[in-house]
């Protein structure tokens, strides 16, 4: 099993940054992508960025340029460094890791943007 636990969300204003981290535990091997995906209130939960083991990477449209996602390898964690943030970041921020094709999830942080 796996076991994904988060960290760094909050609340900030429109214009302002947050870093948001996941810690990755048990059954880890090499080759897996991990994520980050949002659910907003009343939507569906969508990608917000990805990246490979090899740290290549993959963005949504709305993000790409606003948002960094990174990982450490040795520590099995992935980062999402959110810049320039809007009122419409605010979501429920999930950390997601896949590998051979099993999906994990970890329990969510809260992010709010105020205008």
């Known amino acids: 099993q796996v076991q994904l636990v988060e960290s760094g969300g909050g609340l900030v204003q429109a214009g302002g940054s947050l870093r948001l981290s996941c810690a990755a535990s048990?059954?880890?091997?090499?080759?897996?992508?991990m994520g980050w995906y949002r659910q907003a209130p009343g939507k569906q939960r969508v990608l917000v960025a990805l990246?490979?083991?090899?740290?290549?990477?993959n963005y949504a449209d709305s993000v790409r340029g606003r948002f960094a996602i990174s990982r450490d390898n040795a520590k099995n964690t992935v980062y999402l460094q959110m810049n320039s943030l809007k009122p419409e970041d605010t979501a429920v921020y999930y950390c997601?890791?896949?590998?051979?094709?099993?999906?994990?999830w970890g329990q969510g942080t809260q992010v709010t943007v105020s205008s």
């Open positions: 048990g059954s880890i091997f090499s080759f897996n992508v």
């Open positions: 997601n890791l896949r590998q051979y094709g099993n999906d994990y």
């Open positions: 990246i490979t083991h090899g740290h290549s990477t």
